[in-house]
């Protein structure tokens, strides 16, 4: 019985060395790979198929260049790694290609798919911005690489909260939500809208006529406070002289006073239900809202008033 078990062991490790000795590792002259690591697998085949041969294919020998790039490894220096890692292969026969050139595969990412990401971008943003059409104006587009493959998202970050005024657009790449690329692109952003023009020159302290203006489409970026409604300024008052051609800017005209000075006007005051009128003359110019000085015309005393119209003042409490 001990004779039987005895020859039986002997037979198993015997078997199980013939095993490891009968299989075949055959190295490719070239492989892609997708993936971080370069499998056993991805770089060689492995004869008879079976469990042995599929657990050997998984084995992780060196890490994989970067997406797009190539790397060149001996295959003798590839099968003394697979040996240190599985040592009962040292008897097993490997041939093949000397050199394995393993290149990475990935996804060319060109200067044209960049600008449209920032163009689409852009266009999510148009929204904020009635009235106005957003171009991007000098790009500087990055020069063509590759991403892993997988799938991808994009993170888009002007560099100015105010997107108007921003210089460049920082962008992250995600594969498989792991960042793998930030890039920044450097450009401008052009906001076209139709903007009161004058017509002709006008002296400072001109009142805005609709026989004025004209609506020139132009970019606003560079304007300070611009207005792109023109009854807006129709009746306003020019703070100083306007050219002909010249866009205006809400900062160039005034509201006209709807109290003049030296005016007569009419004094209400209001308290409970106790309601009272009396005539005075306005001491300042003054627009809506403005308080100014009110000579009482039966006192002549000087109160200070609230304008709500033209020609007419309130007392408040």
Request: net charge positive; charged share 20%; proline share 7%.
């Amino acid at each position: 019985m001990k004779l039987f078990i005895t020859i039986s062991s002997l037979l198993l490790i015997l078997l199980g060395a013939s095993a490891s000795q009968a299989l075949t590792v055959r190295f490719h002259p070239q492989a892609v790979v997708d993936g971080e690591d370069v499998t056993l697998g991805a770089i060689a085949s492995i004869t008879p198929a079976g469990k042995r041969s599929r657990s050997l294919a998984g084995i992780s020998l060196a890490a994989a260049p970067a997406p797009g790039s190539e790397l060149r490894m001996q295959s003798r220096d590839l099968w003394a790694r697979l040996c240190r890692l599985e040592p009962d292969l040292a008897g097993a026969d490997h041939q093949g290609a000397d050199v394995v050139v393993i290149r990475r595969a990935g996804v060319p990412f060109g200067p044209r798919k960049v600008q449209t990401l920032l163009e689409k971008y852009l266009q999510s943003q148009q929204q904020r911005f009635p009235g106005m059409t957003l171009n991007l104006v000098n790009l500087q587009l990055p020069r063509p690489f590759v991403l892993p493959k997988g799938t991808l998202r994009t993170e888009i970050r002007p560099s100015d909260p105010d997107i108007l005024h921003s210089r460049s657009f920082n962008i992250l790449f995600r594969v498989e939500d792991r960042p793998v690329r930030n890039l920044t692109v450097r450009g401008q952003i052009e906001a076209l809208a139709e903007v009161p023009t004058m017509i002709r020159d006008l002296p400072r302290g001109s009142i805005l006529r609709a026989t004025d203006l004209q609506l020139v489409r132009r970019n606003i970026v560079p304007m300070r406070n611009p207005c792109l409604d023109l009854n807006q300024l129709i009746g306003k008052k020019t703070r100083r002289s306007l050219r002909r051609g010249q866009p205006l800017t809400r900062s160039m005209v005034i509201s006209p006073p709807v109290v003049k000075r030296g005016e007569i006007v009419t004094i209400s005051l209001q308290h409970g239900g106790l309601s009272i009128s009396t005539r005075g003359i306005a001491r300042h110019n003054g627009e809506i809202g403005d308080t100014i000085p009110v000579r009482n015309s039966n006192s002549q005393r000087d109160i200070l008033c609230k304008v709500i119209a033209p020609g007419q003042v309130k007392v408040g409490f």
